[in-house]
């Protein structure tokens, strides 16, 4: 059974940083997009980043977020920095057939990053 578990939300201030993590397990991935997407309240789930053997950003977070991955652990992380209070969403870890994460195959369950004023 495929399993995404993210971690490394929270709190953080405006100017803040935060790396979040999600650990897959239960196959392997070398030859997929894995990302992240975020979601605020009352708004569509929207694609943040993605990484194979290139990274892919959406344009309000480059230059401030940064993807990678460690196909040995099967991780995915995303180091966040200079957050601003429009960057509070649930964001979701995934695991998908295109760059953009347009179809993706598995879901985490969620982290919440809220960012203060």
């Known amino acids: 059974q495929v399993q995404l578990v993210e971690s490394g939300g929270g709190l953080v201030q405006a100017g803040g940083s935060l790396r979040l993590s999600c650990a897959a397990s239960g196959r392997t991935f070398g030859s997929y997009y894995m990302g992240w997407a975020r979601q605020a309240p009352e708004k569509e789930r929207e694609f943040v980043a993605a990484v194979r053997w290139s990274t892919y950003y959406a344009d309000s977070v480059k230059g401030r977020f940064t993807i990678s991955r460690d196909n040995a652990e099967n991780t995915v992380y995303l180091q966040m920095n200079s957050l601003k209070p429009d960057d509070t969403a649930v964001y979701y870890c995934?695991?998908?057939?295109?760059?953009?994460?347009?179809?993706?195959?598995?879901w985490g369950q969620g982290t919440q990053v809220t960012v203060s004023s």
């Open positions: 995934a695991v998908g057939s295109d760059p953009r994460l347009t179809r993706v195959a598995y």
